[in-house]
T-cell receptor
Framework: DTEVTQTPKHLVMGMTNKKSLKCEQH?????MYWYKQKAKKPPELMFVYSYEKLSINESVPSRFSPECPNSSLLNLHLHALQPEDSALYLCASSQGRRDQSPLHFGNGTRLTVT | AQSVTQLDSQVPVFEEAPVELRCNYSSSVSVYLFWYVQYPNQGLQLLLK??????LVKGINGFEAEFNKSQTSFHLRKPSVHISDTAEYFC???????????FGGGTRLMVKP
């Protein structure tokens, strides 16, 4: 079992839909991350939140909108996605952003855009 | 800038045989090194990490890795693999200023009976 919980596990959405991915951790971590992983590829960083503030945005299209309501929760709002956005979306957390504490990953949300 | 190269995209091996998964990195500054494992339909799990100190690092599930600064390598080894070790393995590096990971391309370890 992972200490980072992601919901839903699977999501199928049309290109005109609006949906949200959710991530929760109760380890007291103050940094949270969204990664995108295509099949047979390594994870690619999308966003980093540090102390509930967005600190890094890796030039992600605006159809992806992150939100960090509190230190335990991280959301990724999706709107007007394209089929090429289909991927595994991974949430991760760490004690801080400017240290070498390892990342703890959730099991991901498998997103299919039709 | 830093980069990570995993030299083998796939490594087939028989059960109970030893295995080595290769990882080389490049960086102009000191780095910290990690190995993560990803089982099918799951997220990534930390196997081991090198931050400082002894260059031989032991991790979970019987894996170990050796940091070699002169060869800029951090190869992962296990003396005897099990079927359950079949998974994707990622080497990752971060600079000493924080934990923004750069991942290698991954190596798929396939353990055969």
């Amino acid at each position: 079992d992972t200490e980072v919980t992601q919901t839903p596990k699977h999501l199928v959405m049309g290109m005109t839909n609006k949906k949200s991915l959710k991530c929760e951790q109760h380890m007291g971590h103050r940094a949270m991350y969204w990664y995108k992983q295509k099949a047979k590829k390594p994870p690619e960083l999308m966003f980093v939140y540090s102390y509930e503030k967005l600190s890094i945005n890796e030039s992600v299209p605006s159809r992806f909108s992150p939100e960090c309501p509190n230190s335990s929760l991280l959301n990724l709002h999706l709107h007007a996605l394209q089929p090429e956005d289909s991927a595994l979306y991974l949430c991760a957390s760490s004690q801080g952003r400017r240290d070498q504490s390892p990342l703890h990953f959730g099991n991901g949300t498998r997103l299919t855009v039709t | 800038a830093q980069s990570v190269t995993q030299l083998d995209s796939q490594v087939p091996v028989f059960e109970e045989a030893p295995v080595e998964l290769r990882c080389n990195y490049s960086s102009s500054v000191s780095v910290y090194l990690f190995w993560y494992v990803q089982y099918p339909n799951q997220g990534l799990q930390l196997l081991l990490k090198y931050l400082s100190g002894s260059t031989l690092v032991k991790g979970i599930n019987g894996f170990e890795a050796e940091f070699n600064k002169s060869q800029t390598s951090f190869h992962l080894r296990k003396p005897s693999v099990h079927i359950s070790d079949t998974a994707e393995y990622f080497c990752a590096v971060t600079r000493n200023a924080g934990n923004m990971l750069t991942f290698g391309g991954g190596t798929r370890l396939m353990v055969k009976p």
